[in-house]
């Protein structure tokens, strides 16, 4: 696998990009070689964030974790990432997507964990809106996203609530 470590408001020593390597190469055995990592350690405050994203044919393996310290947030990335995989395996076996992913990986069973089940299914109406519109609209039903049909693009977006009282917007490309 090939690395792309960066920091944001830390310095990237050696020994967190060894700690990187060791836990996060723990999943080296499941990815191609050619598999691209890429690693964003952060601080804001006490809060020491690493975000792991790993980019599978066609699909986004992506944890964070935050922790008081670095390496039990390194730690811990791991671990979720490998519970993504486990579950992640068997959807990609049933539909026969094995591209980016090792051999012995896909050989494997795993148990069944936390099957996705859609209990409920709404249907509305989408009138066209611009984004400030559609986060006002949100902000009225108290929900922490909103799809709504783009008035310029006539594309389905999506806006969401962020921290600090700000919004994100997400379009397709």
């Known amino acids: 696998m090939r690395y792309t470590i960066t920091g944001r408001n830390i310095d990237v020593t050696e020994g967190l990009k060894t700690a990187v390597y060791e836990k996060v190469g723990k999943l080296e055995r499941y990815f191609a070689e050619d598999t691209e990592v ?94 400030e519109e559609a986060c006002i609209q949100m902000e009225l039903l108290g929900h922490s996203f909103y799809v709504f049909r783009n008035a310029q693009t006539e594309e389905i977006n999506v806006v969401y609530k962020r921290k600090g009282n700000t919004y994100g917007l997400i379009e397709p490309e």
Do not use: C, W
Request: no cysteine; proline share 3%; net charge negative.
């Open 38 to 131: 890429h690693v964003t350690l952060s601080v804001e405050k006490d809060r020491q964030k690493i975000e792991v994203t790993i980019p599978v044919k066609g699909n986004v393996i992506r944890a964070e974790q935050v922790s008081s310290d670095m390496y039990v947030a390194i730690d811990l990335v791991e671990e979720i990432i490998e519970r993504q995989l486990k579950k992640y395996k068997n959807k990609i076996v049933d539909r026969k997507q094995s591209g980016g992913f090792t051999a012995e990986y896909m050989d494997r069973d795993f148990d069944e964990v936390d099957e996705v089940k859609i209990v409920r299914t709404k249907r509305f109406d989408m009138k066209p809106m611009d984004p």
